[in-house]
């Protein structure tokens, strides 16, 4: 059966942040966002933990989900990575340990629908939900995050310390990337509701005064080398069928066989230069970077799957929803999906297509959706998508054909 999480409870998506407390979204964008720190008292006002440290153990049991358990006695440091068993993991009366989940948004729809309320900015930075738990005094020590995060305080209290500039040197022989000299500039307590936010390369330490949760909100930037080896991928993949062959035309004999000719140096080179990436080739290449799923991430297909035919009823009557852990992007006339590029010539169903990324969903009735009617090589292509459990037909409740 599906898992009744992956079923979305209405097809209205969650309404990004217009606010955080009381700063408007595009003030913050424009005064803070890599630039400073910036403690938000009541940036969620009367916000609630949508589930609960069971819930967090619960999933670091499981091998599809990557956590960590980091626990300090008296000077020393232990790190272990999961699953673990459940009789692994500390009691909650014992202090000084931490539990880091990741991905939470792709297991909890809770934690999905928490991540999405920062769709205000792109899902291209969007990375996932990092939920740590921590017990009295908890902590994984100073240390530099080279990306941009909020840190929502969302079950009891944590301490927060920064230092703007510090030295990067870390403490020889640690499981953890600790400082060695951590000089904290400023201090704070956050309460439930409470939010920190950091660019990159601001060293912190977050130490939890009594038994904590906190919940890590962090984004992703393109890592230029696994960049460029996708769009020489894709270059190879285009040009393959039409790559012509070196030519030696004037060439004499040679006193020095083990000498690189010039010429084929110069030939080589004017070649590369004729192949820099045009602005269409970068964008396809950040559109698989981006939309791949991280390495544990694992689709649940329908047990049972519907023909293609019910399945094209369903969707026209009831709508489409794309399951919580794939990952949607575009641009100009293709779409990235889970890594994969799908181009998108016809104008009506590239709204559509884009309209789905955007909101997740398309309700129903589908056909009154702006240009409602798919092709049949769409529809193949969403039944697919279906049957791999990337997209959904939208149901009010799990069924045997939507299991």
């Known amino acids: 059966m599906t898992d009744p999480a992956a079923v979305p409870r209405s097809a209205v998506p969650v309404r990004a942040l217009t606010h955080l407390g009381r700063i408007p979204v595009h003030t913050f964008l424009a005064r803070h966002w890599q630039r400073r720190p910036l403690v938000i008292r009541q940036a969620l006002p009367g916000f609630e933990l949508p589930f609960t440290p069971a819930q967090l153990f619960e999933l670091s049991t499981r091998d599809e989900v990557e956590s960590r358990l980091i626990e300090r006695v008296g000077s020393r440091w232990r790190l272990r990575h999961g699953p673990f068993r459940p009789t692994r993991i500390p009691s909650r009366k014992r202090s000084g340990w931490t539990l880091l989940v990741q991905g939470v948004d792709l297991q909890l729809e809770a934690a999905a629908d928490l991540l999405a309320r920062f769709r205000f900015l792109p899902d291209a930075r969007l990375d996932d939900l990092m939920v740590s738990y921590a017990s009295d005094g908890g902590g994984v020590g100073p240390h530099i995050d080279s990306y941009d995060v909020f840190l929502l305080q969302a079950l009891g209290q944590r301490r927060w310390r920064i230092e703007r500039r510090p030295d990067p040197t870390c403490v020889p022989d640690l499981p953890l990337q600790q400082l060695a000299r951590f000089r904290p500039q400023h201090e704070w307590v956050l309460e439930p509701g409470d939010m920190l936010y950091l660019p990159p390369g601001v060293a912190h330490e977050g130490v939890a005064v009594g038994e904590c949760v906190t919940c890590s909100i962090g984004f992703r930037t393109p890592s230029w080398g696994e960049l460029a080896a996708i769009w020489s991928e894709l270059q190879s993949a285009q040009s ?43 964008a396809l290449a950040l559109l698989r970077q981006l939309s791949e799923p991280k390495a544990r991430v ?62 997740r969903a398309l309700p129903a009735p589908f056909d009154a959706q702006p240009g409602g009617a798919l092709s049949a090589a769409m529809l193949t292509r969403l039944y697919q998508w279906y049957r791999a459990g990337w997209v959904r037909p939208i149901s009010s409740a799990p069924s045997a054909d939507d299991s």
């Not at 070196?246 to 110069?266: F, K, Q, V, W, Y």
């Open 240 to 282: 393959h069928a039409r790559s012509g062959v070196s030519r030696d035309a004037g060439l004499t004999a040679s006193a020095h066989p083990a000498r690189l000719p010039a010429r084929m140096i110069e030939q080589a080179h004017r070649q590369l230069l004729l192949r820099q990436p045009a602005r269409q080739d970068v």
């Open 298 to 359: 694992t689709f649940e297909p329908p047990v049972r799957p519907m023909t293609p035919a019910r399945f094209a009823d369903a969707v026209r009557l009831r709508g489409l929803h794309a399951d919580r852990r794939t990952r949607m992007l575009y641009s100009d006339q293709t779409l990235g999906i889970n890594g994969e590029l799908v181009p998108l010539p016809d104008p009506a169903e590239r709204r559509l297509i884009r309209s789905l990324a955007d909101r």
